[in-house]
C-alpha cells in the first residue's frame, strides 16, 4: 500500500485517508509531492492518480485519488475500525457532511487555510462572507451536534475528523467559536491516531 500526500502535510484530506489507514491498522508507505512546485503535474504522478491530487493511494495494481473514494474503498474492503456507519442512514448523514465540508464554506477554507492549523495563525480579520460561512458552520455543526452528543453518528466516524479540522481552522487561530463546538473539536484532535498527522514534522513554509 503506497500512499501520496503533500510534502507540508497541511493537506486536510490526505489527512483523512491518513487516519483512515491508521484506523484500519493497515501498513503503508508513504511519499510526498511538493505542490507548489507543480510534482502533482509530473508524468511518473500523472500515471498514478487520474486527476492528478493528493492524496492518491496505491494498493497493488489498484490506483485511487479523491479522500472520499478512497476512504469508502478502505472501509469496504478491509477489516479493522469502522470509518463509516453501518446503518444506512447513518453512512448518508456521514458522507453528506464530508461533502459539504469539500464543497461548501470556501471563505472560510480560504481566509483561514490549514497553514494556520498546521503552522501559524493568520493575522487579517475574517471577511464578511467568512464571517457567514462560519454562522452556517456552526449552525449546522450545532445541529448535527444536539446537547450531550460526542460524535456527528452516534459512533466515531471519519465525518468527525473532517468536521473537527474545519472548526481548527478558526479554533487555532483564536477565531470565536461556541464552547460546545470548541470542545467537540478539540475532543476529535486527540485521537490517537489524528494525533499521529498533527505532531509529524513539517518542513519550513
Known amino acids: 500500500m503506497l500512499l501520496y500526500v503533500d510534502s507540508q502535510y497541511t493537506s486536510p484530506y490526505a489527512m483523512s485517508v491518513f487516519v483512515a489507514l491508521k484506523e484500519k491498522g493497515i501498513g503503508f508507505e508513504e511519499r510526498t509531492l511538493d505542490l507548489e512546485a507543480g ?21 497493488g495494481e489498484f490506483r485511487l485519488s479523491e479522500s472520499s473514494a478512497i476512504t469508502e474503498y478502505l472501509d469496504e474492503a478491509y477489516p479493522g475500525t469502522p470509518l ?13 457532511v464530508q461533502a459539504w465540508l469539500r464543497s461548501d464554506l470556501l471563505p472560510i477554507r480560504q481566509e483561514r487555510s490549514t497553514l494556520v492549523v498546521f503552522y501559524q495563525p493568520s493575522d487579517a480579520p475574517l471577511s464578511a462572507s467568512a464571517q457567514a460561512a462560519t454562522h452556517k458552520l456552526f449552525a449546522a455543526a450545532e445541529a ?36 460546545r463546538l470548541r470542545a467537540y473539536a478539540e475532543r476529535q484532535w486527540q485521537r490517537a491516531t489524528v494525533q499521529a498527522w498533527v505532531k509529524r514534522a513539517r518542513p519550513p513554509l
Open 39 to 59: 510534482a502533482r503535474h509530473a508524468p511518473a504522478f500523472a500515471a498514478q492518480s487520474l486527476t492528478q491530487r493528493v492524496p492518491t493511494l496505491v494498493d
Open 84 to 96: 463509516y456507519p453501518a446503518d444506512p442512514k447513518l453512512k448518508a448523514r456521514a458522507r453528506q
Open 144 to 179: 448535527l451536534l444536539p446537547e450531550g452528543a460526542e460524535h456527528v453518528c452516534g459512533n466515531w466516524s471519519l465525518a468527525d475528523v473532517d468536521l473537527a479540522v474545519m472548526l481548527q481552522r478558526l479554533i487555532r487561530n483564536g477565531d470565536p467559536v461556541p464552547p
